[in-house]
Nanobody, 115 residues
Framework: QVRLVESGGALVQAGGSLRLSCVAS????????MGWYRQAPGKQREFVAT???????IYADSVKGRFTISRDNANNTVYLQMNSLKPDDTAVYYC?????????WGQGTQVTVSS
């Protein structure tokens, strides 16, 4: 089992920046990929970014060039640096970790971008 705890969500003005953090605990040795999804009100959860254990990254087109995912394997933490935020980025952001073919999820952290 893997437990994930996110932090860093906040209310920010358009054009601003935030950094989300997600700390993993439990069977962390088994984690390969970690990343972020988000869900806006009335919409399906969508992929944002992922990073593998050897730090290869993939981003959704909507965040490329604005968001950066990084990972501190020593501290079992994944980060999402979000710059040039837009109102469309408003959502609950969920951290996930993939372990032995299963996905584990955090409780989510709210990001609200005002125009």
């Amino acid at each position: 089992q893997v437990r994930l705890v996110e932090s860093g969500g906040a209310l920010v003005q358009a054009g601003g920046s935030l950094r989300l953090s997600c700390v993993a605990s439990g069977s962390v040795f088994s984690i390969n990929a970690m990343g972020w999804y988000r869900q806006a009100p009335g919409k399906q959860r969508e992929f944002v970014a992922t990073i593998t254990s050897d730090k290869m990254t993939i981003y959704a087109d909507s965040v490329k060039g604005r968001f950066t995912i990084s990972r501190d394997n020593a501290n079992n933490t994944v980060y999402l640096q979000m710059n040039s935020l837009k109102p469309d980025d408003t959502a609950v952001y969920y951290c996930y970790a993939r372990s032995w073919g299963s996905n584990y999820w955090g409780q989510g952290t709210q990001v609200t971008v005002s125009s």
